[in-house]
C-alpha cells in the first residue's frame, strides 16, 4: 500500500479492512497523474489498468467498480456474476475478498459495516445522490444483509467519510439547499451565504452526517469538513473534478475500498 493512500482511523470490526487512494502511487500522466482509477474519464486504459491492478494487490482483494449514476440504486457483491460497471451508487458484500468500492473527485465516500463484521458496504454520496437517499438504502441493504448471515437483534452500523469537496469550495445554487432542508429544516445549518445571489456554501459531509444520523448510525468518523479533506484545496494529493476538468481538460479519479477478510 502507497505511504499516502489513507487508512480510516475507526472502530472497524475484527475482519474488516478499509482504504481510501490518494492520487499517489500511480503511472498515469497529465490531468491523472499518477493513481487515476476512473476508465471513463480519457486516460490510457493500459494506465487505468496498471492502477487498478496496484490497489487490487494492495486490498488483496477483488475491487468491483460501479457505474456511478448520482441515484441511490444498491447491488451486492455476494454475487459472484456482478461485473465491472454495473449501474448503481452503493454496494455491500457479506462474502470476504469482495471489495466494494467507489470512485470519487469531489463527491463524498461512505465506507459501512456492522459491529459485528458480518457485512460492509460502500455509498457514493454526490449531493443528488444524498437528496434521494443513497445512505439510507444503503443502510437499510446493509442492514439487511447483516440480518440474514446472522439473525441477531438490531445490527449497529458504523460509518467513515473520506475526502471530498469542502464547505470552503462547494458553491451550490438553491435548488440544492432546498432539496435537503425540504426534508429535513435543521439541514440549514450546513449551508453558507455565498457571494452570489441564490448562492450558497454547502458542507456535504456535514449533511451526511445528518442523514446518517437520521438512518441510525451514531458511530460516524472521517471527514470532519476541515481543509485537511478538501478535494478541491489540496491538489498535489488530491483529485478534484470541479477544480481541474476545465483548467486541465480533466481529473482523475481516487477510490474507498472495504472488504472482509
Known amino acids: 500500500m502507497h505511504p499516502d493512500w489513507i487508512v480510516p482511523d ?19 500522466q497529465g490531468p491523472w497523474a499518477s493513481l ?3 476508465d471513463h474519464v480519457g486516460d490510457a486504459p493500459a494506465a487505468v489498468q496498471v492502477n487498478r491492478s ?17 441515484g441511490t440504486g444498491v447491488v451486492s457483491l455476494d454475487d459472484p456474476a456482478l461485473a465491472h460497471g454495473t449501474p448503481a451508487d452503493a454496494c455491500v458484500a457479506t462474502v470476504p475478498g469482495r471489495a466494494c468500492t467507489i470512485m470519487v473527485a469531489d463527491c463524498l465516500p461512505v465506507l459501512l ?4 463484521g458480518h457485512a460492509v458496504g460502500a455509498a457514493h454520496a454526490g449531493w443528488r445522490g444524498l437528496a434521494g437517499g443513497v445512505l439510507e438504502s444503503a443502510c437499510g441493504r446493509l442492514r439487511a444483509d447483516a440480518k440474514a448471515e446472522h439473525g441477531r437483534g438490531a445490527i449497529e452500523l458504523v460509518a467513515w467519510l473520506g ?10 445554487g438553491s435548488e440544492v439547499r432546498a432539496a435537503f432542508v425540504a426534508q429535513d429544516a435543521g439541514a440549514a445549518v450546513c449551508f453558507r451565504p455565498a457571494a452570489g445571489a441564490g448562492q450558497w456554501w454547502a458542507d456535504l459531509p456535514g449533511l451526511a452526517r445528518r442523514r446518517l444520523a437520521a438512518a441510525g448510525v451514531a458511530s460516524v468518523h472521517g471527514n470532519d469538513g476541515s481543509t485537511a479533506w478538501c478535494t478541491v484545496a489540496n491538489a498535489s494529493r488530491f483529485f478534484s473534478h470541479r477544480r481541474d476538468a476545465l483548467r486541465l481538460g480533466s481529473s482523475g479519479r481516487m477510490a474507498a475500498c472495504i472488504w472482509r477478510v
Request: contains cysteine; positive net charge.
Open 10 to 28: 475507526w472502530p472497524a470490526p475484527a475482519g474488516v479492512r478499509a482504504l481510501c487512494t490518494t492520487r499517489a502511487g500511480g503511472v498515469s
Open 36 to 38: 487515476n482509477l476512473g
Open 54 to 70: 496496484r490497489l487490487a494487490d494492495a486490498t488483496v482483494a477483488r475491487p468491483v467498480f460501479l457505474q456511478q449514476v448520482h
Open 113 to 116: 459495516a456492522d459491529r459485528a
Open 163 to 172: 475526502p471530498c469537496i469542502g464547505p470552503e469550495a462547494f458553491e451550490v
